[in-house]
């Protein structure tokens, strides 16, 4: 089945930026999505990219996409201690209905 | 505008019990999709409704089901339950099916003891 590959953990400082990464196998994709999940909570959509864009801007975040290499990044800029949580890029194929395939999950820390 | 309501948040049940989970989506919102949250397999999706129709299912036993009602709420139900679904059940609610993404309700925590 299709695949959607996250490092586990990244570290910054308060007002540094973030780069968090992901990486799918799925070549149909339609739309890639980022979520975020603080703790006892549910997801929350930050943004989404069509696959036939290369890049999203939308206030603090970036998202970059190279469709060639797979390759979806999500750019937090001016990290602050609130963005602490887990971070979930999520992949849309063609045919799969309303079905996301997400990757393991990026947890961010902001440490003041 | 309400978000996506899930009932009840917390459930604890019993080894070979059965449960049914409840979720009412955004008013307007037509599809609805349910995944399984767990530390080990991460997120996982189950099945998606739109219409009262069962769309899309994931790789999941016949002991998971769920329906949608003409307003569109949807329930989930496990049947014997076994230790290993004890997770984070997740409901999603859509209403243009890929453009505006998902909003996620805050989920039911199942703990099977």
């Known amino acids: 089945g299709e695949d959607v590959e996250q490092s586990l953990f990244l570290s910054v400082r308060e007002g540094d930026s973030s780069v968090i990464n992901c990486t799918y196998t799925d070549s149909s994709s339609t739309y890639l999505y980022w979520y975020k999940q603080e703790p006892g909570a549910g997801l929350q959509l930050l943004t989404y990219?069509?696959?036939?864009?290369d890049m999203k801007q939308d206030q603090r975040l970036t998202v970059l996409l190279n469709k060639k290499d797979k390759h979806l990044s999500l750019r937090i800029a001016d990290t602050q201690t609130g963005d602490s949580a887990i971070y979930f890029c999520?992949?849309?194929?063609?045919?799969?209905?309303?079905?996301?395939?997400f990757g393991g999950g990026t947890r961010l820390m902001v440490k003041p | 505008k309400a978000g996506v309501t899930q009932t009840p948040r917390y459930l604890i049940k019993t080894r070979g019990q059965q449960v049914t989970l409840s979720c009412s989506p955004i008013s307007g919102h037509r599809s609805v999709s349910w995944y399984q949250q767990t530390p080990g397999q991460g997120l996982q999706f189950l099945f998606e409704?739109?219409?009262?129709?069962?769309?899309n299912k994931g790789n999941f036993p016949g002991r998971f089901s769920g329906r949608q009602f003409s307003n569109s709420r949807s329930e989930m139900n496990v049947s014997t339950l076994e230790l290993g679904d004890s997770a984070l059940y997740l409901c999603a609610s859509s209403f243009v099916t890929y453009k505006s993404g998902y909003t996620f309700g805050s989920g039911t925590r199942l703990t099977v003891v």
């Open positions: 990219i069509f696959s036939n864009m």
């Open positions: 999520a992949d849309r194929g063609i045919g799969a209905g309303n079905m996301l395939t």
């Open positions: 409704y739109f219409s009262e129709t069962q769309r």
